[in-house]
């Protein structure tokens, strides 16, 4: 499993900008697709973009056009940034990795939109 710890969350105004960042403990790009994932409170965790082994995204459809996911192999960090926010973007937001036989988990950090 390998330890991943994310950063970047806050508080920021509707239509503001963040940048995530997702520090993994280990060169995992070749092998793992790395994905954000969100939590509202009484929600379900949903998928916001994910980065294949290859280099393709994927984005939910509530983000797509706003959010874009990227990767540095070099700090071995994954990166999630946010334009246009929306009070509908506050969650806490999760660093995932994942391969055929395992599935890791960063802590989370919170992002609040203000209306």
């Known amino acids: 499993q390998v330890q991943l710890v994310e950063s970047g969350g806050g508080l920021v105004q509707a239509g503001g900008s963040l940048r995530l960042s997702c520090a993994a403990s280990?060169?995992?790009?070749?092998?793992?697709?790395m994905g954000w994932y969100r939590q509202a409170p009484g929600k379900q965790r949903e998928l916001v973009a994910e980065?294949?082994?290859?280099?393709?995204?994927n984005y939910a459809d509530t983000v797509k056009g706003r959010f874009t996911i990227s990767r540095d192999s070099a700090k071995i960090t994954v990166y999630l940034q946010m334009n246009s926010l929306k009070p509908g973007d506050t969650a806490v937001y999760y660093c995932?990795?994942?391969?055929?036989?395992?599935?890791?988990w960063g802590q989370g950090t919170q992002v609040t939109v203000s209306s």
């Open positions: 280990r060169s995992i790009f070749s092998t793992n697709v």
């Open positions: 980065i294949t082994t290859t280099g393709r995204t």
């Open positions: 995932n990795a994942k391969n055929y036989w395992e599935v890791s």
